[in-house]
């Protein structure tokens, strides 16, 4: 399998997202960072649609607010300042089951402190609450590094969580997983239309 080339992950995992969206779906986005993410969905689910994006960081959710807001997409958003493991305490339950997209950039914010960093404990509980909110057809798309300290282990994490899908007979990918260490790659899990 080819690797991913790191410059051009965000931009293969936004297109694999946008291919899925339509008008007036529901999108996640579990790691907000510094909005680039969160702006594309929300430009993909149009003026109709809802984004629920979530970071830790005051810094990250403070630079997702500027940019939607400049974009002009702050409406359509929710920025949440909390753990993308509380993914199913935000969603409506009208949004339950309804979300067309999840979409997870796992790691550190760029720019920002290193030290903090997806864990393999929340992320797991993350991918689960956002597969189960997944409309069918929905997608769920995770990019994973291994290059940082924890960054296996959390790989390790995403991996265990794509077999169980595969064994349950769900459309699994992973794109670029482990052909060069420390080099980054994507998981897509697509929940089944019927
Ligand atoms: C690689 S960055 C995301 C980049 C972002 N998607 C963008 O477009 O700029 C990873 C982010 O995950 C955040 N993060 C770490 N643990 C988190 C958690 N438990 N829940 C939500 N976000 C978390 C970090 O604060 C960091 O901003």
Redesign the pocket.
């Known amino acids: 399998m080819a690797p991913v080339n790191p410059v051009r992950v965000?931009e293969r995992a936004q297109k694999l997202a946008t291919d899925i969206l339509r008008p007036g779906d529901i999108a996640v986005?579990?790691?907000?960072?510094?909005?680039?993410?969160?702006?594309c969905l929300a430009q993909a689910v149009g003026s109709s649609g809802h984004v629920h994006a979530?970071?830790?960081?005051a810094e990250?959710v403070a630079?997702?607010r500027n940019l939607l807001e400049v974009a002009g997409l702050l409406d359509r958003v929710s920025v949440h300042l909390?753990?993308?493991?509380e993914l199913a305490e935000v969603l409506t339950p009208a949004q339950q089951g309804k979300v067309g997209v999840a979409?997870f950039?796992?790691?550190?914010?760029?720019g920002?402190n290193p030290d903090?960093?997806?864990?393999p404990d929340?992320?797991q509980a993350?991918l689960e609450a956002a597969f189960d909110a997944l409309r069918p057809g929905g997608r769920l798309i995770c990019?994973a590094?291994t290059g940082h300290p924890g960054g296996s282990e959390e790989s390790d994490v995403v991996l265990k969580f794509a077999e169980a899908h595969a064994a349950a007979g769900r459309h699994v990918e992973k794109i670029g997983y482990y052909p060069t260490p420390g080099k980054p790659w994507i998981l897509v899990v697509d929940k089944p239309t019927a």
């Open positions: 965000t986005d579990g790691t907000a960072g510094k909005g680039r993410d969160t702006a979530f970071d830790i960081q990250a630079s997702t909390r753990s993308h493991a979409l950039n796992l790691g550190y914010l760029p920002g903090i960093i997806t864990r929340s992320t993350a990019v590094y």
